[in-house]
């Protein structure tokens, strides 16, 4: 099975733009989680997709969005980009229904706001 | 805030020595997981310990999990140079209803001296 996918791996945006992130889990996994990574507060959960609904939410303002597809790909927006956004953004995907499972992340994007 | 948090932030240690590390956690949780991430590179899941299991092996790692601490550790035998990575637990609140919301704390920087 192919692992999950995260394009783009790097990006660079100016204060005040937007930016779109993307992520393919693994083919089957139907829950996608993203995660803000940043060396002074670790990895702070954003929200979850399951079957193109958000299902879980982190303490994130509302600049934060997430949208799921059919097909399970998901994609993370932030607007208006502020110079704290600056991070690692993971996402992981995990089968559904079942407590005790793992989570198999991709392998980041890395944005940067200057 | 974090769920888990781990301690130390920061271990060094020879090679061939071995690595513990612990995590603490809050809230009663179905499992607890370990990840590792080798610089700012994507997270790889090393071990999930149910909240009804005491201990854990897997090759050269031993989990701990004390459910009425609310603690577990982390233990590397025979330490190598390319253990050298952060180290991550994770928690699934049993308050998350089944669903993804697994909550990491903000890791151990393993440093593994050749």
């Known amino acids: 099975k192919a692992g999950v996918t995260q394009t783009p791996r790097y990006l660079i945006k100016t204060r005040g733009q937007q930016v779109t992130l993307s992520c393919s889990p693994i083919?089957?996994?139907?829950?996608v989680s993203w995660y803000q990574q940043t060396p002074g507060q670790g990895l702070q959960f954003l929200f979850e997709?399951?079957?193109?609904?958000?299902?879980n939410k982190g303490n994130f303002p509302g600049r934060f969005s997430g949208r799921q597809f059919s097909n399970s790909r998901s994609e993370m927006n932030v607007s208006t980009l502020e110079l704290g956004d600056s991070a690692l953004y993971l996402c992981a995907s995990s089968e559904p229904y079942q407590v005790h499972t793992e989570a198999f992340f991709g392998q980041g994007t890395r944005l940067t706001v200057v | 805030s974090q769920q888990g948090e781990e301690d130390p932030q920061a271990l060094s240690i020879q090679e061939g020595e071995n690595a513990t590390m612990n995590c603490s956690y809050k809230t009663s949780i179905n499992n607890l997981q370990w990840y590792r991430q080798n610089s700012g590179r994507g997270l790889v899941h090393l071990i999930l310990?149910?909240?009804?299991?005491r201990e854990k092996h897997s090759g050269r790692l031993r989990v701990t999990l004390d459910t009425s601490k609310k603690s577990s550790s982390l233990l590397i035998t025979a330490s190598r140079a390319a253990d050298t990575a952060s180290y991550f637990c994770a928690t699934d609140p049993t308050s998350s209803g089944g669903y993804q919301k697994v909550t990491f704390g903000i890791g151990t920087k393993l440093q593994v001296i050749p």
């Open positions: 083919s089957g996994h139907r829950s």
């Open positions: 997709y399951f079957s193109e609904t958000q299902r």
């Open positions: 310990i149910r909240s009804n299991e």
